[in-house]
């Protein structure tokens, strides 16, 4: 067996709302071997995986899947099995999958649902070598192969804080976008997007948070604003050190200036060997060493968010209780063994561990790690109590003194932190701070806030909450309007007009299309770009404030969405293309693959379907959201019927756009008053227009604006280009599949042309029956076609996608002498230019605009060298298309 590919699928998908690892797998000469045939293999596999025996399987119950192994299931199914099995056995909650032929022998394509891509990987890599030696009879390390996966499960987990953070903005149905291994969190989209690293935000001052970091300079500010703080100095070296401790006198802490999370800290320490041996531990963490006075009592760590105190919690060092049995060693052992702690900060609590600080607070007690204490008796491991040294905390936030909070809070602002933690210490924290009674000792910026979600003892404190409340106040969700457009044909031009509408309300919008990314006019990324990927460009910049994503079938299939709702989902019509790939063979596949935008509309949100196309009715049963019909017939029985129900649709009648809901309407702009329409002779720009309105109307764009961005909308790069060359016209058009062709068809026959030329291509890609029939369509559509072909072949031989063009010209009826095949998009429209008699109307179905253009362009300047006139259009649609887009 092999895993051929693998692909992850982060958002809603053709298979699952949740996250999914795509796996392609060749079983080989497994291919027709039933599990029940194949001797021991049953037996080890469960020997092995005790755990599959809970799983259902199609059976519905418990120990389902055992059923099929002993009936005889076949090996795909299996390692599909396994690799939920292995991910759940490390702590991941999946239960989907599913595993489905290719119709090649022996490839299957397998579906597992996925919490973490990189340990979804790596456990079907493992499954793959378990089922190997299970096939074999051969011994396998699963002992040594989990602990791998878990491995990387915590190093991929994100810390407690984040991990919390996340959550609190899961409960706001605020989107994230995860980086695991940086603790880095992407909330919201576009201009609302927040950015959350551990506990730093977006809006964490840089400056204060290196202010903090340098622990003197903090504590001078501090003192000059009158806040009690330690008398210290800074050391560049031992001899510093202990003249340092000298001059302070008693007790003494000694730290690394620059430190965090209490690594390298001493505390209370009096003697001079003491001091030297502080510097050294910590002088690993910074050459510059803080010594300052020793403050006795209890350490507390109050955390204020926005300026105002979200908990507080007493931390109390790393220690152990003796037994009279067991040694300082093996009693932190014996600690350490608690599920809740863990290396790092991936777990609740922090492992102890015996270090040379650990051992030097053990000798301050006349013990060391191989002592055993009496029963009872309790050992400090540490002085400082950080958590991340092993320490534990109990919550205090309602016993904190009125005076303490609001200096908590001014501290804060003093360092101009927006998330602070803020160290004390206080004989009674339920009096104010002041002589006699603690200090302040440290400003944390980034504070880890497990402490308050998880304290050992009191109340736990949602901090992460108070976060996300900070960053997304008044209940906001972080979310932009979002509008997702799918179908075969129209998808670019009514994501330009939706986007065009917006635009002239004042808003910056982000789209994708076929021709590219574009936040208003400027094109961040060129090509097709109407996968998950582009989308989550869009969403991401800071600009957007609405995002108008064209969403094609290739990248619903291979990426999922980027996005887990949509304010808006439209589905433009369904008709014969891409037939013959990822498995879709049937107008109803297409159908089903594009539903998903209509199933991922948000409830509150609208879903507009097509009610002249049959296969878009039929999507009306998966839909969660309102729906809105639109049609370009005024007595569409679909429509009537929705509207006599009372609800929404959209249509024209006399040459108007009506917005109607129930037995109400209302005109929206007459279709004459819509260039692209051509007075409303071209019927799929009327229906792409008539979905823009729509759109932007039930998204509350003022009707003034949506007349406004309608009238206006005079170019569509790539989209029936109208240009006037001498005494013929020449139109440009995107048209690649039968429906497209006949649409534009049906439009230039009715613009006056003495003689329809067409330039025509298919992709190369697709089913040999629908490039006949575009060939077909052409054939009853124009007087004279020149066949060209895509410079990208798509896997065909060159000459072949040609020649099936031409059978679909010859089965129209074509003569033989108004066909001409010349393969290059440049040659072939060299050709029809040089060829155009008076009248003609030309029509290029391109596959590069730019190659095109730059053709015509040529052709034009030989025209005015020659001195022939030559109107300008040309020019003015290439400044206006670049200007709309």
Same mark, same amino acid.
């Given at each position: 067996?092999?895993?051929?590919?693998?692909?992850?699928?982060?958002?809603?998908?053709?298979?699952?709302?949740?996250?999914?690892?795509?796996?392609?797998?060749?079983?080989?000469?497994?291919?027709?071997?039933?599990?029940?045939?194949?001797?021991?293999?049953?037996?080890?596999?469960?020997?092995?995986?005790?755990?599959?025996?809970?799983?259902?399987?199609?059976?519905?119950?418990?120990?389902?899947?055992?059923?099929?192994?002993?009936?005889?299931?076949?090996?795909?199914?299996?390692?599909?099995?396994?690799?939920?099995?292995?991910?759940?056995?490390?702590?991941?909650?999946?239960?989907?999958?599913?595993?489905?032929?290719?119709?090649?022998?022996?490839?299957?394509?397998?579906?597992?649902?996925?919490?973490?891509?990189?340990?979804?990987?790596?456990?079907?890599?493992?499954?793959?070598?378990?089922?190997?030696?299970?096939?074999?009879?051969?011994?396998?390390?699963?002992?040594?192969?989990?602990?791998?996966? $878990?491995?990387? *499960?915590?190093? /991929? #987990?994100?810390?407690?804080? =984040?991990?919390?953070?996340?959550?609190? @903005?899961? &409960?706001? !149905?605020?989107?994230?976008?995860?980086?695991?291994?940086?603790?880095?969190?992407? $909330?919201?989209? *576009?201009?609302? /997007? #927040?950015?959350?690293?551990? =506990?730093?935000?977006?809006?964490?001052? @840089?400056? &204060?948070? !290196?202010?903090?970091?340098?622990?003197?300079?903090?504590?001078?500010?501090?003192?000059?604003?009158?806040?009690?703080?330690?008398?210290?100095?800074?050391?560049?070296?031992?001899?510093?050190?202990?003249?340092? &401790?000298?001059?302070?006198?008693?007790?003494?802490?000694?730290?690394?200036?620059?430190?965090?999370?209490?690594?390298?800290?001493?505390?209370?320490?009096?003697?001079?060997?003491?001091?030297?041996?502080?510097?050294?531990? &910590?002088?690993?963490?910074?050459?510059?060493?803080?010594?300052?006075?020793?403050?006795?009592?209890?350490?507390?760590?109050?955390?204020?968010?926005?300026?105002?105190?979200?908990?507080?919690?007493?931390?109390?060092?790393?220690?152990?209780?003796?037994?009279?049995?067991?040694?300082?060693?093996?009693?932190?052992?014996?600690?350490?063994?608690?599920?809740?702690?863990?290396?790092?900060?991936?777990?609740?609590?922090?492992?102890?561990?015996?270090?040379?600080?650990?051992?030097?607070?053990?000798?301050?007690?006349?013990?060391?790690?191989?002592?055993?204490?009496?029963?009872?008796?309790?050992?400090?491991?540490?002085?400082?109590?950080?958590?991340?040294?092993?320490?534990?905390?109990?919550?205090?936030?309602?016993?904190?003194?009125?005076?303490?909070?609001?200096?908590?809070?001014?501290?804060?602002?003093?360092?101009?932190?927006?998330?602070?933690?803020?160290?004390?210490?206080?004989?009674?924290?339920?009096?104010?701070?002041?002589?006699?009674?603690?200090?302040?000792?440290?400003?944390?910026?980034?504070?880890?806030?497990?402490?308050?979600?998880?304290?050992?003892?009191?109340?736990?404190?949602?901090?992460?909450?108070?976060?996300?409340?900070?960053?997304?106040?008044?209940?906001?969700?972080?979310?932009?309007?979002?509008?997702?457009?799918?179908?075969?044909?129209?998808?670019?031009?009514?994501?330009?007009?939706?986007?065009?509408?917006?635009?002239?309300?004042?808003?910056?919008?982000?789209?994708?299309?076929?021709?590219?990314?574009?936040?208003?006019?400027?094109?961040?990324?060129?090509?097709?770009?109407?996968?998950?990927?582009?989308?989550?460009?869009?969403?991401?910049?800071?600009?957007?404030?609405?995002?108008?994503?064209?969403?094609?079938?290739?990248?619903?299939?291979?990426?999922?969405?980027?996005?887990?709702?949509?304010?808006?989902?439209?589905?433009?019509?369904?008709?014969?293309?891409?037939?013959?790939?990822?498995?879709?063979?049937?107008?109803?596949?297409?159908?089903?693959?594009?539903?998903?935008?209509?199933?991922?509309?948000?409830?509150?949100?609208?879903?507009?379907?097509?009610?002249?196309?049959?296969?878009?009715?039929e999507m009306a049963a998966r839909v969660r959201a309102e729906i809105i019909y639109f049609s370009v017939e005024p007595s569409n029985v679909i429509v009537r019927r929705h509207l006599g129900a009372g609800g929404k649709a959209f249509f024209t009648k006399d040459g108007v756009i009506y917005a109607a809901s129930g037995a109400f309407a209302r005109a929206i702009l007459p279709v004459k008053e819509i260039p692209v329409t051509l007075g409303g002779i071209a019927l799929h720009n009327l229906q792409n227009a008539i979905i823009?309105?729509?759109?932007?109307?039930?998204?509350?764009?003022?009707?003034?604006?949506?007349?406004?961005?309608?009238?206006?909308?005079?170019?569509?790069?790539?989209?029936?280009?109208?240009?006037?060359?001498?005494?013929?016209?020449?139109?440009?058009?995107?048209?690649?599949?039968?429906?497209?062709?006949?649409?534009?068809?049906?439009?230039?026959?009715?613009?006056?042309?003495?003689?329809?030329?067409?330039?025509?291509?298919?992709?190369?890609?697709?089913?040999?029956?629908?490039?006949?029939?575009?060939?077909?369509?052409?054939?009853?559509?124009?007087?004279?076609?020149?066949?060209?072909?895509?410079?990208d072949l798509r896997g065909r031989k060159p000459g072949e996608t040609a020649a099936l063009l031409r059978r679909g010209v010859f089965e129209a009826g074509f003569a033989d002498d108004k066909v001409e095949v010349i393969l290059t998009e440049v040659e072939a429209v060299k050709a029809a230019l040089n060829n155009a008699q008076s009248g003609d109307l030309i029509v290029v179905f391109y596959e590069t605009y730019d190659t095109v253009l730059n053709a015509i362009n040529e052709f034009c300047e030989e025209l005015k060298a020659?001195?022939?006139?030559?109107?300008?259009?040309?020019?003015?649609?290439?400044?206006?298309?670049?200007?709309?887009?």
């Amino acid at each position: 067996m092999e895993i051929l590919a693998t692909r992850i699928l982060e958002g809603p998908n053709i298979y699952s709302y949740r996250p999914v690892i795509w796996i392609k797998l060749d079983i080989a000469q497994y291919e027709d071997v039933a599990s029940k045939n194949i001797s021991g293999f049953n037996e080890q596999l469960l020997d092995m995986l005790p755990g599959l025996s809970q799983h259902h399987c199609s059976r519905g119950k418990a120990g389902g899947f055992v059923e099929r192994l002993t009936e005889g299931t076949y090996l795909a199914h299996i390692f599909e099995h396994t690799v939920l099995e292995l991910q759940m056995l490390v702590g991941y909650d999946v239960k989907f999958g599913k595993t489905r032929s290719t119709g090649i022998p022996g490839m299957y394509n397998v579906i597992v649902g996925c919490r973490d891509a990189e340990v979804a990987k790596l456990a079907a890599y493992i499954a793959l070598d378990l089922l190997q030696a299970a096939l074999n009879q051969q011994p396998f390390d699963i002992e040594g192969n989990l602990a791998r996966l $878990l491995r990387l *499960g915590e190093q /991929r #987990q994100l810390g407690p804080s =984040t991990q919390a953070i996340l959550a609190a @903005a899961q &409960a706001r !149905d605020i989107p994230a976008t995860v980086y695991n291994e940086e603790n880095l969190l992407m $909330l919201g989209y *576009g201009h609302r /997007r #927040q950015r959350v690293w551990a =506990t730093i935000t977006g809006r964490t001052s @840089a400056v &204060a948070s !290196d202010l903090a970091c340098d622990k003197q300079l903090t504590k001078r500010i501090l003192e000059d604003n009158g806040v009690l703080v330690p008398y210290g100095f800074v050391a560049a070296n031992a001899d510093e050190a202990v003249m340092a &401790a000298r001059s302070i006198g008693g007790g003494v802490v000694v730290k690394p200036l620059t430190g965090n999370q209490g690594k390298g800290v001493t505390i209370n320490i009096n003697h001079e060997a003491e001091v030297r041996r502080a510097y050294e531990d &910590a002088g690993q963490y910074d050459q510059n060493v803080l010594v300052e006075e020793y403050i006795p009592g209890l350490q507390y760590r109050l955390c204020v968010v926005n300026g105002k105190l979200a908990a507080a919690a007493e931390r109390i060092p790393a220690y152990v209780i003796g037994d009279g049995q067991h040694t300082v060693a093996q009693l932190v052992d014996i600690v350490n063994n608690d599920p809740d702690r863990g290396d790092g900060h991936g777990r609740a609590l922090t492992k102890i561990k015996i270090d040379a600080v650990a051992i030097a607070v053990l000798a301050k007690q006349k013990f060391a790690p191989q002592s055993v204490p009496p029963k009872d008796k309790v050992i400090r491991i540490r002085d400082n109590a950080n958590l991340s040294t092993g320490g534990t905390a109990v919550d205090i936030t309602d016993i904190v003194h009125p005076v303490n909070v609001r200096l908590a809070e001014r501290v804060a602002g003093l360092v101009g932190l927006d998330v602070a933690g803020i160290d004390v210490v206080a004989k009674d924290i339920t009096q104010p701070i002041g002589r006699g009674n603690g200090a302040v000792i440290e400003v944390n910026a980034a504070p880890g806030i497990r402490m308050h979600h998880y304290p050992s003892a009191g109340k736990p404190r949602d901090v992460a909450a108070s976060i996300i409340d900070y960053l997304f106040p008044d209940k906001s969700t972080g979310r932009i309007p979002l509008i997702a457009i799918t179908g075969t044909n129209g998808k670019t031009t009514v994501t330009r007009m939706i986007a065009h509408i917006w635009r002239q309300a004042g808003y910056n919008v982000g789209m994708t299309t076929t021709d590219g990314i574009y936040i208003n006019d400027e094109c961040v990324m060129g090509g097709d770009t109407t996968g998950p990927n582009s989308a989550r460009i869009v969403l991401g910049d800071s600009r957007v404030e609405v995002a108008v994503l064209e969403t094609a079938r290739g990248g619903i299939v291979r990426g999922g969405l980027a996005f887990d709702k949509c304010d808006i989902g439209i589905v433009t019509n369904i008709t014969e293309d891409h037939l013959g790939q990822d498995g879709i063979e049937t107008l109803a596949d297409l159908a089903y693959i594009k539903s998903l935008i209509v199933e991922t509309v948000r409830p509150g949100g609208f879903t507009l379907l097509n009610a002249d196309d049959p296969y878009v009715n039929e999507m009306a049963a998966r839909v969660r959201a309102e729906i809105i019909y639109f049609s370009v017939e005024p007595s569409n029985v679909i429509v009537r019927r929705h509207l006599g129900a009372g609800g929404k649709a959209f249509f024209t009648k006399d040459g108007v756009i009506y917005a109607a809901s129930g037995a109400f309407a209302r005109a929206i702009l007459p279709v004459k008053e819509i260039p692209v329409t051509l007075g409303g002779i071209a019927l799929h720009n009327l229906q792409n227009a008539i979905i823009a309105a729509a759109a932007c109307y039930c998204a509350k764009v003022p009707i003034r604006y949506i007349r406004q961005g309608l009238s206006s909308f005079a170019q569509n790069r790539g989209r029936l280009n109208m240009l006037t060359l001498g005494d013929f016209r020449v139109c440009i058009d995107y048209g690649h599949n039968p429906a497209g062709y006949q649409a534009l068809i049906n439009t230039i026959r009715r613009m006056g042309a003495r003689r329809l030329v067409g330039v025509i291509a298919a992709p190369g890609d697709r089913r040999d029956d629908v490039t006949v029939n575009v060939g077909r369509i052409a054939g009853q559509g124009f007087d004279h076609i020149y066949i060209k072909e895509d410079h990208d072949l798509r896997g065909r031989k060159p000459g072949e996608t040609a020649a099936l063009l031409r059978r679909g010209v010859f089965e129209a009826g074509f003569a033989d002498d108004k066909v001409e095949v010349i393969l290059t998009e440049v040659e072939a429209v060299k050709a029809a230019l040089n060829n155009a008699q008076s009248g003609d109307l030309i029509v290029v179905f391109y596959e590069t605009y730019d190659t095109v253009l730059n053709a015509i362009n040529e052709f034009c300047e030989e025209l005015k060298a020659a001195d022939e006139p030559v109107e300008t259009p040309y020019a003015e649609i290439v400044v206006a298309g670049a200007k709309m887009v």
